[in-house]
T-cell receptor
Framework: SAVISQKPSRDICQRGTSLTIQCQVD?????MFWYRQQPGQSLTLIAT?????????ESGFVIDKFPISRPNLTFSTLTVSNMSPEDSSIYLC????????????FGPGTRLTVL | AQSVSQHNHHVILSEAASLELGCNYS??????LFWYVQYPGQHLQLLLK??????LVKGIKGFEAEFIKSKFSFNLRKPSVQWSDTAEYFC???????????FGSGTRLSIRP
């Protein structure tokens, strides 16, 4: 299994500012993902964070708005840039373990409110 | 486009009632299938998964799901629900040879004590 922690757990931010969310995993994992869960909706994949290379973004998400870093196999950051109220959401870090299990684990999430 | 459909947005049951939550997906190839649960204020947790073999899979807390390939379905069942099953349930599909998991919109389950 994998234990994931995220910082901050929640934040209230002003429009136009940026917030960086940290994700720490207790073991080395190859695959890390960032999801968004808007109020009352399902999880939407933002990007796959690749160690040593640029993140792979899903349709509708761009690097300028959601820059991602992945300096090693246990850590990643997601920045929400130039925030607007539409960015209010829960942001989730997720990892997938390798081997036959192929199980995906989720962090506790960061609840972001943009005023 | 690949998608996962959960037909019930909110299900309300009494304790001891039987539960079935529907999940259909649109992908023609081989897939891995999952049900995740999110209890109030907690992380998403894996309830059960199907990779191959017996299409009837059993998960934690008495839940089971049946993969019917011809119907592209993976419905979740429990014969007798408890108040503690109150949660949000998400069906998810991972097309093989793809890294990402696609989630359904979720079903909120409320159990009346």
């Amino acid at each position: 299994s994998a234990v994931i922690s995220q910082k901050p757990s929640r934040d209230i931010c002003q429009r136009g500012t940026s917030l960086t969310i940290q994700c720490q995993v207790d073991s080395q994992v190859t695959m890390m993902f960032w999801y968004r869960q808007q109020p009352g909706q399902s999880l939407t994949l933002i990007a796959t964070a690749n160690q040593g290379s640029e993140a792979t973004y899903e349709s509708g998400f761009v690097i300028d708005k959601f820059p991602i870093s992945r300096p090693n196999l246990t850590f990643s950051t997601l920045t929400v840039s130039n925030m607007s109220p539409e960015d209010s959401s829960i942001y989730l870090c997720s990892v997938r373990t390798s081997g036959g299990n192929n199980e995906q684990f989720f962090g506790p999430g960061t609840r972001l409110t943009v005023l | 486009a690949q998608s996962v459909s959960q037909h019930n947005h909110h299900v309300i049951l009494s304790e001891a009632a039987s539960l079935e939550l529907g999940c259909n997906y649109s992908y023609g190839g081989t897939v891995n299938l999952f049900w995740y649960v999110q209890y109030p204020g907690q992380h998403l947790q894996l309830l059960l998964k199907y990779f191959s073999g017996d299409p009837l899979v059993k998960g934690i807390k008495g839940f089971e799901a049946e993969f019917i390939k011809s119907k592209f379905s993976f419905n979740l069942r429990k014969p007798s629900v408890q108040w503690s099953d109150t949660a949000e349930y998400f069906c998810a599909v991972n097309p093989l040879r793809r890294s990402k998991i696609i989630f359904g919109s979720g079903t909120r389950l409320s159990i009346r004590p």
